[in-house]
């Protein structure tokens, strides 16, 4: 017995030119590189929370970083890539810069001022604030956040009736 084998037609399958797209519509997914000149914020260890400058790549897993120090603190270490989170900022620099360098690309670039206005550093920042509450602290923040709900409370109240 023979089984029947139906064809298949364009009906159901696009021709092949309809798959192709131009180089115009192709869109990169990742803005944000492992490059020398990028600033990085360290996430994890003695250094969290502070910026780095990436001087060189080590291999596919490290980089050495930078801050500059009087700037930032963090003194020149190799970091594996997991404990840093790329920012959007970059400087121009060579690779393997030295601290002179790379402290006046730095503040050239107004690095430090750029980051405070960034919402990931404010988030950071009244995290930290946040952290570093009292019981007592907690408690103003409870009590101020109950008056302020009231308040809009009672104002949705007045523009509904």
């Known amino acids: 017995r023979k089984s029947a084998v139906l064809p ?3 009906q159901f399958f696009a021709p092949h030119s309809c798959l ?3 180089r115009s519509d192709i869109k990169m997914v990742f803005k944000r590189y492992v490059e020398v000149g990028r600033i990085v914020l360290i996430n994890y260890g003695p250094d969290a929370g502070k910026l780095a400058t990436i001087i060189d790549i080590v291999d596919q897993n490290k980089c050495l970083v930078d801050g500059p120090v009087n700037l930032t603190g963090v003194a020149r270490q190799v970091i594996p890539y997991g404990r840093i989170a790329l920012t959007d900022f970059t400087i121009k620099i060579s690779r393997n810069a030295r601290q ?3 402290t006046a ?3 050239e670039a107004d690095i430090q001022g750029k980051w405070d206005a960034t919402s990931w550093a404010k988030k950071l920042s009244s995290k930290k604030k946040r952290a570093s ?3 007592f602290g907690r408690f103003k923040v409870m009590v ?3 008056q302020k709900s009231s308040i809009i409370a009672k104002k ?3 523009i509904a009736a």
């Open 8 to 10: 298949i037609t364009n």
């Open 156 to 158: 949705m109240k007045e």
């Open 100 to 102: 002179k360098t790379l």
């Open 20 to 22: 192709q797209t131009s």
């Open 133 to 135: 509450l009292s019981d």
């Open 144 to 146: 101020a956040r109950k």
């Open 105 to 107: 690309a730095w503040t």
